[in-house]
Each structure stands twice: as C-alpha cells, then as structure tokens.
C-alpha cells in the first residue's frame, strides 16, 4: 500500500527569539564550568569523589541520553525496516535528535572521566568480558552509523547548489560530483547501516543495564534485579515513540509550524502497549522478588520509585489508551512528556538514588557545576538542532507536493 510522504525542506523562520538567548546564556554558563572542569580538574566542579565516582553526569548526560535518543532506532525500524512509510515523516526529526543526543553522550563520557585523555583506550585495550567495554564500542559504532545515516541529508541539500566562493569556485564542480557519487552510493548501502543502527541501539541499551546488575548490593533492591538489561530495553523502546512525539510537538510550537497530528495520534496510539509491556514485566520481577515489600518503608528510595512509576508509566499508560488524548496536541504532550520524564528518572534512580557505596559516610547531591554543565549541553543541543533543521531538508512541511518512497528503505523485508 503506497502513501504520501511530503519533501522536507529547509524551515524559514528567524533563528533568534528571546528563547534562544535564554539558551544561549545557559549554553556559556555551562561551558565556563566546563573549562572549569578541564583546567583545574573535576573535583573543583563536582561533589564527586573516591566512594561517588559517578553521578549526575553520568546518569543523566549518558545513561538516561542514550535511553532518549531511541527514537532514532525505533522510528528507523518503523519507517525503514517495517515498511511503514506513512511514518517517514518523523524519521529525519527523530534522526538528528538522536545524532545529537549521542553526540552529546560521547562528550559526557568524555567530561566525566577522570583522565578524559585517556577515552581513546578501549578502541586497543579490548576486553571481551566487559559490559563497560561493550557499551563504549557500541556507542561509538553507532554515533558514526548515525552520521551516515544523515549524510543523505547533507548531500539533498547541497547537490546543484554547490556556490564556493573566490578562488575556491572552481572546485563547485569537483564538489558536486563527489556528492553526487556519495549520494548514489548511499542509497545502495544504506539499509546496511539502517539494520546496524537497530542492532547496535539495542545492544547497548540493554548493557547500560548489565552495568549496574554488576553493582549487586550497592544498589538499592527495588532497582537492583538480574533482569536490569531487560528493562533498560523495554524502556529504550517505550520512550522511543513519546520522545519523537515529545520534540516534534516542541518543534512546530517554536518554528510556527502546524503538528502533523495524522502523523503523531497514529504514532501514540502504538505506546500504552509498549508501556503495558514494559509495566508487566517491572511489576511481574518485583512480586517473584519481593521487593515491594521496601515500598512501606517512608525514605527518598520508595518516594522517588513510586514518583517513577506512579508519573513515568502508569499515568501516561492510561492517557495514550484514550481516543482525546490521541487527537489533542496539548495531551499527547503532556503524555508524551511523562514517559520521557519517567525514563529519565528511571535512570537517575539506577545511577544515582539507588546507588549506595560501603563504607559511605554521606550522601551524594550534584554541585551546582554539574547541574549547569548538563543544563548547557541541553541547550546547545537545542540551538544546534534549530540551526540544522533552519539550514537543512529535515522536517516536512503538511500540504506539500508529496515525494515517492525514500530511496533509503530496505527494500524486500517484509
């Protein structure tokens, strides 16, 4: 069955409002405490030390950055893999939010590691035996996918409109025809990559989850289960869909843009089951366990599991099973936004809350330089995402003349 797609153009609208200057000064505030970090070490910008060797950084800026850039894979896999091309739509979107938020990833890790000169170790130190290495090889496979997978992106943009200026003008030529080669040879490889991105995702997401199965007692019952991998998945999955809604929704709002509602309602309507999934097998691991009975206990560790569950799933679960929410852009937004709320504190509470070193003699809270640093990653995540899709064909204008089916989909796999 064949659909309309519609031809994603450039977006013409103003690049400064007064909400990027608000992320501007957000974007140099958290770059002053990064150059902190670099200069005078990362004791002297964190409350990290020996027993908090990790903290907000990591359980926000990695693990719970890779869980919210699923959308990319999910939405591949959907529109590419499955032959759903009503979808097509929201892949570029879903794209770059998630060639950024990786991106951003790759740099957390990097900030964050003590001898952050030392990152270039796993790509010869291999160790087959571990979850850690596993993930940074992963990871770093897969930010380069992603860049090619949005190389096509750049080559629509720039084939018959290569303009060097000056001297440089005679290589407009030479600089057509190598895109062109790159764009021909792309749409003949691509769905090698496409299939390598829904395998690499759901490799490390699942990993990021061994990670703290391997922390055993240091973690916090109520999290701490042999089937972590399991459910850092599922909620990869689950969260995948509501954080395409979750930036497509924002981004019509901040470029004027109508919200492809036919698009989006469609794409909720297939969330409560990925929820429901998700919630069956969080609450099936912790009666076989037990471990419900710490949720009469009154401490920081059953508050925040019952915010989690209470506002990250169980909540939106029953908005997405109805028909209003579906077909309202306020709701589906406010849906969507708690599942990518849960999923975030869902992997500050694995990271962070219920992680408890031996030995401790108090307790971790972020400083105010970790907190600003993350907030800036945010924001120049942001700004860069409005500069590409003001300069690059990524998101689809409704009512356009429509396009024939992307030449980058698997073709065949039924």
Known sequence: MSHELHNPIPIKHKYFTPGVFVLVILAINGLVFLMGRFFFGIGAVTNLNNQYPWGLWI?????????????????????????????????????????????????????????????????IMWNGNSALFEVGICVMIYVTVLYIEFLPVVTERFIGKVNLPGFLSGLNKIVDKVLR????????????????????????????????????????????????????LLSAVAVGFP????????????????????????LGSMIAPLLGIYLAFKIGDMFIRETFVYLAEFNTASVMFTIEMLFGVIIPLRMFLSTKVLKSPLFLFIASALVVLGVLLNRINNFVVAYTPPYSTESYFPSFGEISVTVGFVAILVLVYRFIVLNFPVISLPGRQTAPQSKYTIRGVK
């Open 59 to 123: 359980g926000v800026d990695v693990a719970a950055g890779v869980a919210l850039a699923a959308g990319g894979f999910t939405t591949a896999a959907l529109g590419h893999i499955m032959h759903k091309d009503e979808y097509h739509s929201i892949i570029r979107p879903a794209l770059l939010t998630a060639m950024l938020g990786y991106t951003f990833v790759a740099i957390g890790v990097f900030v964050d590691i003590g001898r952050w000169y030392f990152i270039w170790h796993p790509l």
């Open 181 to 232: 080669l790159l764009d021909k040879g792309l749409s003949k490889t691509m769905f090698i990559f496409i299939i390598a991105g829904v395998v690499l995702s759901s490799l490390h997401q699942s990993s990021l989850g061994t990670l703290m199965v391997i922390a055993g007692p240091k973690m916090h019952p109520l999290w701490q289960t042999p089937v972590l991998p399991l459910l850092f």
């Open 243 to 266: 954080m395409v809604i979750f930036e497509s929704l924002i981004a019509s709002r901040s470029l004027g843009l109508k919200p492809e509602m036919p698009v989006l309602s469609k």
